[in-house]
Structure formats: structure tokens, C-alpha cells
């Protein structure tokens, strides 16, 4: 086993190594806390469809415009101010619920500057419709997935937002994985406790072995297999990546993961450009203790679209997934409460020598919160109202609905598939 490594408490009391090699490594990443998230996936933005999340407290919607272009935009009526919940959108235009103002894109759709109140009441209206406009974000769809640039000041025209780093640098396809090979199933996962402890939970290799043995399907993976890895920290400006590599020489790599920030997780099984599969997490801060995960595993196996229905291997995999991430949910929300409390500090927590990605990513993390503390540009404080928080959350583990969605498919498909079996045995 590596040597202990002491852990100290930063400033914003998060766990962070201080020495000046962890220092070096985690500043030789560009990325802010500002900049692409990956927020939602192509599946879930239908024609017609307003997606309602929010992003460091700050409420966007999602929708699709007359081209099927995806707009994010800031939820509040420049009317009002009311938020568009309750309204519609219908080929492109944005009815506002409270007052029925509608916002629409006028002439080329990249012209997003031109976004307007269309309205029939007030005789002046014309001119009162140029004065007013619907803020919105830089958005890319790419790769299945739906990308902001966060910069946490929309703007009229989404041009104007200096983009500081190009979308390119956290694709998985620009690190050598390409993602046309491959088939991949995805979940949705919502979680009530700090953004930043998930991603330290999906930078730790070594705990699936242990809370996760018997849930993951894979004969390597579980508590009687546990063992010592060499481990390879490498990295440059885009990513910081752990090679996990079995002691025993004759063995390859056994996981790589990319720590690609701000909220992209890579775990690759093998070498990168050779592996079975792919799982990538993004991690989406909706506000202070509320956090969504999109999980997307890609396999270069199972790639037949209708024997993996036969099999039902879409809801046995979206079950795994489930269980996985209910496994973390407890976990999660202690280690919150405990950082929140301060019960998190060097003389109560150390770090060991195999977790030093996460003494890079929370060395990072911490100077990124002292750059440009993205909490702090939509704070919110005991005499917030609260009625985005007190929305429910529509993804498992937090909301089990889907899980028993999930199950309750699984049961009924199995039926289909058995009963015609067993009438042909009895006509046999």
C-alpha cells in the first residue's frame, strides 16, 4: 500500500493536500467551475417540450425552437418576472403561464437577439416588445448529450458570453474514444446532498469493491477480490487521469479514470483506447444540497438493438444502475452533514496514499472556489423563499418512482415472454 498522506482542511473547510506536487498537478487544469456542463441528454427535449432544472440555484428551462435547436434560457418572464412553469411551448414560442406573453424567435433562429414579447394589448406594444428579451446561455447538442456554457450571467444574446475553452476538450471522442462503436444505455439520478461529494465518490476506484461488490455484475469486482494496485497519475491541461494497474505484471490495466472538470467523470475497464466500456458521469450542481447525475455507459458488447430487448437488457441495466447509486445516497448525505457541521478536519480525517485523485480534485476545486465562486453569484439565504427546493426531485434514488417503474416492467415483460413459451411446451 501507498504511505499515508495527511489530509488538512482549506479555507472553504473541504479536504485538500497542500504539498506542492498535488498543488502542481491540480493547477495545471484550465477549467473553471464556469464553463460546459453536459445538463440533460437529446432523448429528454422533445419538439414541443419545456425542461425546467436549475444550475448553481440559478432556474434555466430547456426547450426546442421552431429548427429543433435547443435554447437554454433563464426562467423568468421579462414581464413579471414569473417563471415560465405552467406556460407552453409550441413550435418554438414560449407562452408565459401568468399573463400568456409570448417569446418567440424571430427571423433566423441564430439571431438570438431578437428573442420577443408578442402580445395584442397595449397599442405601444411594438415598441415596448424591442425593450424587452428572454436571457439565455451559449447550448450545444452533441454526442446524445445537451451542453451550457455556465458563465452565471445569461445574457440577451448568448454570443456576448466569453467562452473561455472549447467544447471539444471534454468530449469523450477527443480523447480517443470513439463513441460510434460502441451502443450505451443511460439513467438519470437525482441526490439531495452536496454536488461536490458525488464527484469525489466517482473518483474513488477502490469502494466499489467493498459497498458495491454485490451489486455490479462482474466476477472481478467485490469484496472477496479486493486487492493492491500500482497506480499512474498522469494528466495535462484538459484532464487528470489515475491508471489502476494490477501488481501481478502479466495482468493489463485494470480501470483508467479521467477526472475532466468541471463535472465529467470518465471510467474506462482497460486501457482507453481499447475498452470494453466507457461509463460517463456528469455532474449537474442544481443548487445548495441538490445534485443530478447523468449516467451513460457505453459497451462495445450487446450491440444488437433486438436481442438486447429480447433479453430486456435496458431495464435490468437502468435496475443495476439504480441499486448502485442507492448504495452511494446514504454515504452522500452523511459525509454533507458532516462537512456542513465541520465535522470534517485533519484531525478526524486522513487521506491515504491511494486517494490521490481526490486530493487533486479537491485541491482543484478549492482554488476554483476561490477564483470565481459560482455559490456566490445566485446566493441564497435563510429568508429565500424556497419554492424551487421544495419541488421534488424526479429521478431515483431520491425519487424511487422509476425504480418501481423499472421493476414493475421487468415483471411484466418476463410474463409476456413466458406465457407464450409455456403454451408451446403444452401444444407440444
Not at 427546493?389 to 411484466?412: A, G, W
Amino acid at each position: 500500500m501507498s504511505p499515508v498522506t495527511t489530509a488538512k482542511i482549506s479555507n472553504s473547510e473541504h479536504l485538500a493536500d497542500t504539498s506542492s506536487s498535488v498543488s502542481k498537478r491540480a493547477s495545471t487544469l484550465s477549467s473553471s467551475l464556469l464553463g460546459w456542463y453536459a445538463v440533460c441528454t437529446s432523448e429528454e427535449i422533445k419538439a414541443d417540450d419545456l425542461y425546467f432544472f436549475s444550475f448553481y440555484n440559478e432556474p434555466l428551462v430547456l426547450f426546442r425552437d421552431k429548427d429543433s435547436k435547443v435554447r437554454c434560457i433563464k426562467d423568468l418572464c421579462p414581464h413579471r418576472g414569473a417563471s415560465f412553469r405552467g406556460g407552453e411551448n409550441k413550435e418554438g414560442i414560449i407562452t408565459c403561464p401568468y399573463h400568456g406573453g409570448r417569446f418567440s424567435a424571430e427571423g433566423e433562429c441564430l439571431n438570438l437577439d431578437r428573442l420577443t414579447c408578442n402580445h395584442i394589448i397595449d397599442s405601444n406594444y411594438n415598441n415596448y416588445a424591442k425593450k424587452i428579451h428572454l436571457n439565455q446561455y451559449p447550448c450545444i447538442e452533441k454526442g446524445g448529450y445537451l451542453y451550457i456554457y455556465y458563465s452565471g450571467e445569461s445574457n440577451v444574446d448568448p454570443k456576448d458570453i466569453e467562452i473561455k475553452y472549447q467544447l471539444d476538450d471534454i468530449l469523450p471522442d477527443s480523447f480517443g474514444f470513439n463513441t460510434s462503436e460502441y451502443a450505451y444505455e443511460q439513467v438519470f439520478v437525482d441526490f439531495k446532498c452536496d454536488w461536490a461529494r458525488i464527484i469525489e465518490n466517482h473518483l474513488d476506484i477502490l469502494h466499489i469493491f467493498w459497498i458495491h461488490g454485490n451489486t455490479i455484475p462482474d466476477k472481478d469486482v467485490n469484496r472477496n477480490t479486493i486487492t493492491s494496485f500500482n497506480q499512474e497519475i498522469k494528466g495535462d491541461h484538459r484532464y487528470i487521469e489515475s491508471v489502476y494497474k494490477h501488481k501481478d505484471k502479466d495482468k493489463e490495466e485494470f480501470i483508467t479514470l479521467r477526472f475532466v472538470p468541471p463535472g465529467r467523470v470518465m471510467i474506462y475497464k482497460g486501457k482507453p483506447e481499447q475498452a470494453r466500456y466507457l461509463q460517463v458521469l456528469d455532474h449537474i450542481p442544481l443548487a445548495q444540497n441538490r445534485a443530478r447525475v447523468i449516467v451513460r455507459h457505453y459497451r462495445k458488447f450487446l450491440k444488437n438493438k433486438l436481442f438486447t430487448k429480447l433479453i430486456l437488457f435496458k431495464p435490468l441495466q437502468h435496475r443495476i444502475f439504480y441499486k448502485i447509486f442507492t448504495e452511494d445516497y446514504l454515504v452522500l448525505k452523511t459525509q454533507t452533514f458532516n462537512q456542513q457541521m465541520g465535522y470534517i478536519k485533519k484531525d478526524r480525517v486522513k487521506l491515504l496514499g491511494e486517494d490521490k485523485m481526490i486530493q487533486y480534485y479537491w485541491q482543484w476545486l478549492n482554488m476554483k472556489l476561490d477564483e470565481s465562486n459560482p455559490w456566490l453569484i445566485h446566493p441564497t439565504d435563510v429568508h429565500t423563499n424556497t419554492v424551487y427546493n421544495d419541488i421534488p426531485m424526479i429521478y431515483p434514488p431520491e425519487n424511487p418512482s422509476l425504480v418501481n417503474q423499472t421493476n414493475r416492467s421487468i415483471i411484466f415483460n418476463l410474463i409476456l415472454r413466458v406465457i407464450p413459451l409455456g403454451l408451446l411446451i403444452l401444444l407440444i
